[in-house]
């Protein structure tokens, strides 16, 4: 297939073109900073400025764009960031596919979605979260309605937290359980759907083919709780998480991106199972070992 793909520079994105190149698979990166070679078209989707030549032709389209929520505290600006980072490019692209009629459009989204539903099962028929990520998530889906209303197969990408050893919550929770500091934040009642970074790259890579639709929670089968998952963290690094941070104090140090943390989603991937995909890391300490196996290497 010939895909082109943005918002790749990260660890995620990084994995995902190694493992479609390696695939067979053909992949034109957008960049903003300028191609540095070949494989690489500009675009600025804040100003509208894409090269319609880089997607004429087209197979798929992959667009997971969208700065850190974890990145930096959340001031007024920041917030703006973390919607614009998202939503532009999520438009230009979806008008693009409508308008040159590509087959697909595999655009990322987040378990923020949810509401918090506390010990109850969500799946992707949930509730959506009148909170600042779940507004951010529903107008992330709600900007690729013009290539959903023009014919092209839209999946809306729902992660949860993505485990990998080069980026995003593991390396600083790791850090922080290595120098034995690791223990429960909030109450630690809060669900944490979690998936492994190698099952992450494998499911969209997956969801490429077929006819799935809409929205697809990329999670592993088996949510844990905050303190399952800082127990399961300790005991893989063999060092003790007898600590708490109440919720307070999260509040006071990370500002309203507590909130966040706080919150949970017993998120389950219905529809990626009933799709035929199997998990190679279907429980957290299977995700845990595989990550800290890579970080060894």
Same mark, same amino acid.
């Given at each position: 297939?010939?895909?082109?793909?943005?918002?790749?520079?990260?660890?995620?994105?990084?994995?995902?073109?190694?493992?479609?190149?390696?695939?067979?698979?053909?992949?034109?990166? *957008?960049?903003?900073?300028?191609?540095?070679?070949?494989?690489?078209?500009?675009?600025?989707?804040?100003?509208?400025?894409?090269?319609?030549?880089?997607?004429?032709?087209?197979?798929?389209? +992959?667009? *997971?764009?969208?700065?850190?929520?974890?990145?930096?505290?959340?001031?007024?600006?920041?917030?703006?960031?973390?919607?614009?980072?998202? =939503?532009?490019?999520?438009?230009?692209?979806?008008?693009?596919?409508?308008?040159?009629?590509?087959?697909?459009?595999?655009?990322?989204?987040?378990?923020?979605?949810?509401?918090?539903?506390?010990?109850? +099962?969500?799946?992707?028929?949930?509730?959506?979260?009148?909170?600042?990520?779940?507004?951010?998530?529903?107008?992330?889906?709600? #900007?690729?309605?013009?290539?959903?209303?023009?014919?092209?197969?839209?999946?809306? *990408?729902?992660?949860?937290?993505?485990?990998?050893?080069?980026?995003?919550?593991?390396?600083?929770?790791?850090?922080?359980?290595?120098?034995?500091?690791?223990?429960?934040?909030? %109450?630690?009642?809060?669900?944490?759907?979690? =998936?492994? #970074?190698?099952?992450? =790259?494998?499911? =969209?890579?997956?969801?490429?083919?077929?006819?799935?639709?809409?929205?697809?929670?990329?999670?592993?089968?088996?949510?844990?709780?905050? #303190?399952?998952?800082?127990?399961?963290?300790?005991?893989? *690094?063999?060092?003790?998480?007898?600590?708490?941070?109440?919720?307070?104090?999260?509040?006071?140090?990370?500002?309203?991106?507590?909130?966040? +943390? +706080?919150?949970?989603?017993?998120?389950?991937?219905?529809?990626?199972?009933? %799709?035929?995909?199997?998990?190679?890391?279907?429980?957290?300490?299977?995700?845990?070992?595989?990550?800290?196996?890579?970080? #060894?290497?």
């Amino acid at each position: 297939m010939r895909i082109v793909a943005a918002g790749v520079s990260g660890f995620i994105g990084t994995r995902l073109t190694t493992a479609l190149t390696d695939a067979g698979h053909q992949v034109t990166r *957008l960049t903003r900073s300028g191609p540095t070679g070949p494989g690489e078209s500009h675009w600025d989707p804040d100003t509208g400025d894409l090269d319609s030549a880089a997607l004429d032709g087209a197979d798929a389209v +992959i667009n *997971l764009c969208g700065v850190g929520v974890g990145d930096h505290r959340w001031s007024h600006d920041y917030k703006r960031l973390l919607w614009s980072s998202r =939503i532009n490019p999520t438009r230009l692209l979806a008008g693009e596919c409508a308008r040159l009629g590509m087959p697909v459009l595999i655009n990322a989204s987040g378990i923020d979605y949810y509401a918090d539903r506390g010990p109850r +099962i969500v799946t992707e028929r949930g509730l959506p979260a009148d909170t600042f990520l779940g507004r951010v998530c529903q107008d992330w889906e709600a #900007a690729t309605a013009s290539a959903r209303e023009a014919g092209v197969r839209v999946v809306n *990408l729902r992660s949860g937290l993505v485990l990998g050893r080069e980026g995003g919550l593991l390396p600083k929770m790791s850090l922080i359980t290595r120098l034995f500091l690791g223990g429960r934040l909030g %109450s630690g009642d809060q669900y944490w759907p979690w =998936i492994s #970074a190698t099952d992450e =790259i494998r499911a =969209i890579v997956h969801l490429l083919t077929g006819s799935v639709t809409g929205p697809v929670n990329l999670t592993g089968p088996y949510p844990v709780t905050n #303190a399952e998952f800082t127990k399961e963290l300790g005991r893989t *690094l063999g060092r003790p998480t007898p600590w708490r941070i109440p919720g307070f104090a999260l509040r006071i140090v990370l500002g309203q991106f507590a909130e966040a +943390i +706080i919150a949970g989603r017993r998120a389950i991937p219905v529809v990626l199972h009933d %799709s035929g995909f199997q998990f190679e890391h279907p429980t957290l300490p299977d995700a845990l070992a595989a990550e800290m196996a890579r970080r #060894a290497r």
